[in-house]
Nanobody, 120 residues
Framework: QVHLVESGGGLVQAGGSLRLSCAASGRTFSTYVMGWFRQAPGKEREFVAAISRSTGFTTYPDSVKGRFTISRDNAKNTVYLQMNSLKPEDTAVYYC?????????????WGQGTQVTVSS
């Protein structure tokens, strides 16, 4: 069982930056692939980023590639999402998740989400 808590969301102007954090409970954090997803009102949940357990391999969709960076600190049981050059279309609730495969979009555990609002 993994309990995930996101933080760091807020209101930012277009072109600005935010850093999201996701703190995980338990001693097994390093055994999970970690991912970030987002969901805007009226839209389906969208994959944003994922990072492997220990090698640092990452993957992103084209919509955020070059602007967002996922990282993790296994000693602190925390995964981060650095978001730069934010756009109004990045506005959404952002969720972190723990799973078993970096190539799957099916994750086992989810946080409660943190709101990110980008004003134009």
């Amino acid at each position: 069982q993994v309990h995930l808590v996101e933080s760091g969301g807020g209101l930012v102007q277009a072109g600005g930056s935010l850093r999201l954090s996701c703190a995980a409970s338990g001693r097994t954090f390093s055994t999970y692939v970690m991912g970030w997803f987002r969901q805007a009102p009226g839209k389906e949940r969208e994959f944003v980023a994922a990072i492997s357990r220990s090698t640092g391999f990452t993957t992103y969709p084209d919509s955020v590639k070059g602007r967002f960076t996922i990282s993790r600190d296994n000693a602190k049981n925390t995964v981060y999402l650095q978001m730069n050059s934010l756009k109004p279309e990045d506005t959404a609730v952002y969720y972190c998740a723990a799973g078993s495969s970096i190539w799957s979009r099916e994750y086992d555990y989810w946080g409660q989400g943190t709101q990110v609002t980008v004003s134009s």
